[in-house]
T-cell receptor
């Protein structure tokens, strides 16, 4: 299968709702990054994790290398959270920061 | 704030023509990357570079060349553009070898007709 599987492919939320996105990895990854691609196509880095959990405002991300997954949790969704969210993982073995991207989750936040 | 700028932002090219996409970063980063984005595929790495005058193949290098004439500049060259190379191309930079956040440019939309 794909080295990085991202779920769900699409998600619709109402403002104020909470939800989570997930990436599963086919092999042990060294680190994971999460990006948001906004309506203009700009990619914005949200998190870099080598392990554990990080929080930034309404966003929280967890990376479990051993269990081969990462999650991105969005709390109190706002209209500006709409966009496509990508996870990207770095494999070990001297890959030189070559990231493997998931196929993205298209998030639509509705008023 | 990191700054990566790409040009052109949009281009229509004819099949068989030569296309050069340029990327400039003011972050003093060693690593630079070219990715392409297609619907349903996320981003895929074409070429990258960790030092001036040297480039490395990524995961999908066929049909592309890269050039890193200086630390700040990294170009992607399509010598003979093909229809299948219609995509959005992103340049990125990062400070070091591993474990570093990528800083992306705004993307270059290429349409080959």
């Amino acid at each position: 299968g794909m080295p990085v599987e991202q779920n769900p492919p699409a998600l619709s939320l109402y403002e104020g709702a909470d939800s989570g996105l997930r990436c599963n990895f086919s092999t042990t990854m060294k680190s994971v990054q999460w990006f948001q691609q906004n309506h203009r196509g700009r990619l914005i880095t949200l998190f870099y994790l080598a392990q554990g959990t990080k929080e930034n405002g309404r966003l929280k991300s967890t990376f479990n290398s051993k269990e081969r997954y990462s999650t991105l949790h969005i709390k109190d969704a706002q209209l500006e959270d709409s966009g496509t969210y990508f996870c990207a993982a770095e494999a070990g073995g001297g890959s030189g920061n070559k990231l493997i991207f998931g196929t993205g989750t298209l998030l639509s936040v509705k008023p | 704030e990191a700054a990566v700028t790409q040009s052109p932002r949009s281009k229509v090219a004819v099949t068989g023509g030569k296309v050069t996409l340029s990327c400039h970063q003011t972050n003093n980063h060693d690593y630079m990357y070219w990715y392409r984005q297609d619907t349903g595929h996320g981003l895929r790495l074409i070429h990258y570079s960790y030092v001036a005058d040297s480039t490395e193949k990524g995961d999908i290098p066929d049909g592309y060349k890269a050039s890193r004439p200086s630390q700040e500049n990294f170009s992607l060259i399509l010598e003979l553009a093909s229809l299948s190379q219609t995509a959005v191309y992103f340049c990125a930079s990062s400070p070091g070898y591993s474990g570093n956040t990528l800083y992306f440019g705004e993307g270059s939309r290429l349409i080959v007709v």
